[in-house]
Structure formats: structure tokens, C-alpha cells
């Protein structure tokens, strides 16, 4: 299960595969390139905005929930959704930097 995708996304990028190696003076050239020098700031991303939250405990994650009583006697008790004193994560640095999204340098391996 699950191989017919793995076999799609094989077949696009095998579609996409060069057999020549670039040469250094065409790295070169690209780097040079006015997009690139045009860019502003550092190509890599060191932090991310966390998608998680604390809540009056401390504890972290995307959501609370609290169980609340049934109103009549013999109701099931039901699950509420907490979205008052909450506090967002804030930035989250990456273990490993990434490229900015707006990098204009198109990258490949052989």
C-alpha cells in the first residue's frame, strides 16, 4: 500500500534528471546572476513562527479541550474546545537553517 504514489513521484523525478554535471564556470555565472545579487538578505532561514500554544499551565500543544458536565441528569459529558488565555509559542529556531522560499536560485543533485 502506498507504493503508487512512491511510483509517481519517481517517474517525475526521473523526468527531471540530467546526465551532465554542471561545470563550475555555470555555477559561477549564476551566482552572479542579478537576481541573486538582488536578493536581499541572508538566503537562509534560521527561525519559524510556532504553530503551537501554552496555556495557564504551561503546557504546550496545538489545542485544549476541557471535559464539561452533561446539563441533565444521565447526558453524556461532551468535549469544549479552550480559546480564552491562551498564549502563542512565538519563534521556533530550526535545528537545521533552511533556504528562504524567495531565494531565486533553482537547486539540483545528480
Do not use: C, W
Request: no cysteine.
Amino acid at each position: 500500500m502506498g507504493q503508487t504514489g512512491s511510483r509517481v513521484a519517481n517517474k517525475i523525478a526521473n523526468s527531471f534528471s540530467f546526465s551532465e554535471n554542471a561545470s563550475e564556470d555555470y555555477i559561477m555565472d549564476v551566482a552572479d546572476t542579478a537576481a541573486v545579487a538582488s536578493f536581499k538578505g541572508t538566503p537562509f532561514v534560521f527561525t519559524r513562527r510556532g504553530s503551537m500554544y501554552f496555556d495557564e499551565d504551561g503546557d504546550l500543544a496545538h489545542e485544549f479541550y476541557e471535559e464539561v458536565a452533561p446539563k441533565r441528569k444521565g447526558g453524556k459529558r461532551k468535549m469544549k474546545k479552550i480559546v480564552k488565555n491562551l498564549k502563542p509559542q512565538g519563534e521556533v529556531k530550526y535545528q537545521v537553517p533552511r533556504l528562504h522560499v524567495d531565494f531565486p536560485i533553482i537547486l539540483f543533485s545528480n
